[in-house]
C-alpha cells in the first residue's frame, strides 16, 4: 500500500489543518506528510464537499500554482486534484505527474488532455455530470458503483486513454443529502464492496476518513482490510498504524515508476 498524502490550496476545506497557502507552507506540510510516512502528494484547489465554493479555473490556479511548486521540490510525485482541464494542463506543464480526474473524466476537453498526456489517471465514481449536483443511488450502492465503472472505463479506453487507471470508489461524492448515520451506512457499503472492482484489473486509489471519531476509524479499517494499492489520506501516520495492527497484507502494486510521466 502507498499514500497520497492530502494537500488543500482550498480555503473552506473541513480539514483545517491540511490546508496551504502558498509554496512555503506547502513544503512544511509535505516534509510533515513524508515523515508520517507518505509517498506522494494529492493537491486540489477547490473544495468537493456540500457548502464549498465554486471558483474559476484562474482563482483555482492562483491557488495551486505556488503550493505545487512547494510540494515539487520534495522530489516525491504530485497528484493534480481538479475538474477544469485548464488547471489540469498547466499543472501537468509544472511537473504534476497524475490526474485525479474531478470530473471523473466526463468533460472531452479533459479526456483529450489525458490522451495526450499519457499520464496516470485517478478516476472516481459519480453519479451526474458533477459533484455538486450527485444523484441518489438507489438499490444495491456497489453494483451501481460496479456498473458505472465497467460503463466508464469502456468509454476511455475507446477515447484512448489506454494509461493507467487508479480506480477510486468515490465516497466523498456520495449523496450529499444524506445525514451522517445514513451516510456512513453507504460509505460501509462501498467500502466493504471494494473487491468487486478487482475485475476490471486496475489498482485501487481510495480514500480514507480523516475525523476523528469511532464509527470513521471503523471505516478507515474497513478500507484498510481491502487491501487497497492506493491511499489517499490526510494522517499517513494513522493509516500506516491502522494497516499494521489489522495485519496489513502485501498486495501487488504498481511499481514507482509507472506513476511518472
Same mark, same amino acid.
Given at each position: ?17 491540511? %490546508?496551504? @497557502? ?31 465554493d465554486e471558483v ?54 479533459? /479526456? ?6 499519457? %499520464?496516470? /489517471? ?6 451526474g455530470r458533477d459533484?455538486?449536483?450527485? *444523484? ?7 453494483? %451501481? ?6 460503463? @466508464?472505463?469502456?468509454?476511455?479506453? *475507446? ?16 449523496? @450529499? ?20 472492482? *478487482? ?36 494522517r499517513p501516520a ?24
Amino acid at each position: 500500500m502507498e499514500i497520497f498524502g492530502v494537500v488543500n490550496a482550498s480555503p473552506d476545506s473541513k480539514a483545517d489543518f491540511s %490546508v496551504v @497557502h502558498d509554496c512555503a507552507e506547502a513544503a512544511a506540510r509535505g516534509t510533515t506528510l513524508l515523515a508520517e510516512g507518505a509517498d506522494y502528494f494529492d493537491l486540489g484547489g477547490e473544495g468537493s464537499t456540500l457548502g464549498s465554493d465554486e471558483v474559476s479555473a484562474g482563482e483555482e490556479w492562483q491557488r495551486v500554482s505556488g503550493p505545487l511548486r512547494g510540494l515539487l521540490s520534495l522530489g516525491a510525485d504530485v497528484a493534480i486534484d481538479t475538474r477544469k482541464p485548464e488547471v489540469a494542463r498547466q499543472a501537468l506543464d509544472a511537473g504534476a505527474a497524475v490526474l485525479n480526474a474531478g470530473d471523473a473524466l466526463q468533460s472531452a476537453e479533459m /479526456v483529450e488532455l489525458a490522451a495526450e498526456r499519457e %499520464v496516470t /489517471v485517478v478516476l472516481p465514481f459519480m453519479l451526474g455530470r458533477d459533484f455538486r449536483s450527485v *444523484r441518489d443511488v438507489s438499490g444495491d450502492p456497489v453494483a %451501481v458503483m460496479v456498473e458505472w465503472f465497467g460503463e @466508464h472505463i469502456e468509454r476511455l479506453r *475507446r477515447a484512448g486513454v489506454a494509461q493507467e487507471l487508479l480506480l477510486d470508489c468515490g465516497v466523498g461524492f456520495g449523496p @450529499h443529502d444524506m445525514d451522517w448515520p445514513e451516510r456512513a451506512v453507504y460509505q460501509r457499503a462501498i467500502y466493504s464492496g471494494l473487491g468487486e472492482l *478487482r475485475r476490471f484489473g486496475l489498482p485501487l486509489y481510495v480514500p480514507v476518513p480523516w475525523l476523528q471519531t469511532p464509527d470513521r476509524m471503523e471505516l478507515l479499517d474497513l478500507a484498510l482490510l481491502q487491501n487497497p494499492e492506493y491511499v489517499r489520506a490526510h494522517r499517513p501516520a494513522q493509516v500506516r498504524e491502522h494497516f499494521a495492527a489489522i495485519g496489513g497484507a502485501t498486495s501487488a502494486m504498481m511499481p514507482p515508476d509507472q506513476l511518472q510521466s
